[in-house]
C-alpha cells in the first residue's frame, strides 16, 4: 500500500467512497470539496496498484482559534471491503506524521454524536481525547446529528 497527496483523477473514486461511508452527503459539494482539497494538498489518498482504497483530508489552521497550529481532518474514509486491514489507521498515522514534521502541534478531529458510532471508541484507542460536543448543526448541513470532537497533541 502507498499513501500519497490527492490528484485531480481520484475524484470519481473520492465520490465513490464518501458516498458509501455517508450516503446522505451532497455530491455537488463533495466535489467542490474535493477541488479545494486537492488544490491546497490537503488530501492523502491510500492506493495499492490501481485500488482506490481510502482518504483523509484535512484543513490547516496557523491561527484559527481555538485551532491555532493545529490541522483538523475533515474527511475520513475507507472503502467498505478494505475496511479492517489498518489502512485507516495507516491514512492517520500518515497524517500525525505530516503533522509532526510540518510543526503542527494538534491533530482534531470530529465525527457523528449518535449511539452506536464506532468511530468514537477507535479514536480514543488511537490516543485522541474527547474535546467538546456540538449538539446543533447548521439547519443546511448534511449531517442529522449533532458533533463530537477529539484532539491529539503530537510531539
Given at each position: 500500500?502507498k499513501?500519497?497527496?490527492?490528484?485531480k483523477?481520484?475524484?470519481?473514486?473520492?465520490i465513490?467512497?464518501?458516498?458509501?461511508?455517508?450516503?446522505?452527503?451532497?455530491?455537488?459539494?463533495?466535489?467542490?470539496?474535493?477541488?479545494?482539497?486537492?488544490?491546497?494538498?490537503?488530501?492523502?489518498?491510500?492506493?495499492?496498484?490501481?485500488?482506490?482504497?481510502?482518504?483523509?483530508c484535512?484543513?490547516?489552521?496557523?491561527?484559527?482559534?481555538?485551532?491555532?497550529?493545529?490541522?483538523?481532518?475533515?474527511?475520513f474514509?475507507?472503502?467498505?471491503?478494505?475496511?479492517?486491514?489498518?489502512?485507516?489507521?495507516?491514512?492517520?498515522?500518515?497524517l500525525?506524521?505530516?503533522?509532526?514534521?510540518?510543526?503542527?502541534?494538534?491533530?482534531y478531529?470530529?465525527?457523528?454524536?449518535?449511539?452506536?458510532?464506532k468511530?468514537?471508541?477507535?479514536?480514543?484507542?488511537?490516543?485522541?481525547?474527547?474535546?467538546?460536543?456540538?449538539?446543533?448543526?447548521?439547519?443546511k448541513?448534511?449531517?442529522k446529528?449533532?458533533?463530537?470532537?477529539f484532539?491529539?497533541?503530537?510531539?
Open positions: 500500500m499513501i500519497r497527496i490527492g490528484k483523477n481520484d475524484k470519481k473514486e473520492f465513490k467512497v464518501q458516498k458509501e461511508a455517508f450516503p446522505n452527503l451532497n455530491s455537488k459539494k463533495q466535489i467542490k470539496y474535493f477541488n479545494e482539497k486537492v488544490k491546497n494538498k490537503e488530501i492523502f489518498v491510500a492506493v495499492e496498484g490501481k485500488d482506490y482504497l481510502g482518504h483523509v484535512f484543513g490547516k489552521h496557523l491561527l484559527n482559534p481555538p485551532f491555532i497550529e493545529g490541522v483538523f481532518g475533515e474527511k474514509a475507507v472503502k467498505k471491503k478494505f475496511r479492517g486491514k489498518n489502512i485507516g489507521t495507516d491514512l492517520l498515522k500518515h500525525m506524521n505530516y503533522c509532526k514534521k510540518n510543526k503542527f502541534l494538534v491533530l478531529l470530529g465525527t457523528g454524536d449518535y449511539k452506536g458510532n468511530s468514537i471508541l477507535y479514536y480514543k484507542k488511537l490516543g485522541f481525547k474527547e474535546i467538546g460536543k456540538l449538539k446543533e448543526i447548521n439547519p448541513s448534511e449531517y446529528y449533532g458533533q463530537i470532537f484532539g491529539k497533541i503530537l510531539k
